[in-house]
């Protein structure tokens, strides 16, 4: 993952709840849910990319110690 193109874990996490809670507030077009929706489907994908990262570093390093 290009940290330049890709926001942080943080980034991420903070701008999915920001959508999520927008598609329950409502009072959007089917355009602008389906638009949020892909956004948090993008931004779901990026934050799985960085906890498995982060899950394989933690592996490895358990791993080293044993």
Same mark, same amino acid.
């Given at each position: 993952?290009?940290?330049?193109?890709?926001?942080?874990?943080?980034?991420?996490?903070?701008? &999915?709840?920001?959508?999520?809670?927008?598609?329950?507030?409502?009072?959007?077009? &089917?355009?602008?849910? &389906?638009?949020?929706?892909? #956004?948090?489907? %993008? &931004? %779901?994908?990026?934050?799985?990319?960085?906890? @498995?990262?982060? #899950?394989? #570093?933690? @592996?490895?390093?358990?791993a080293? @110690?044993?």
């Amino acid at each position: 993952m290009s940290q330049e193109s890709e926001p942080t874990y943080e980034q991420a996490r903070e701008e &999915l709840i920001a959508v999520v809670q927008q598609l329950e507030a409502g009072g959007t077009t &089917l355009e602008q849910s &389906l638009a949020l929706w892909e #956004r948090g489907e %993008a &931004l %779901a994908r990026t934050c799985q990319t960085w906890l @498995d990262g982060a #899950r394989e #570093r933690l @592996d490895a390093a358990v791993a080293a @110690d044993e």
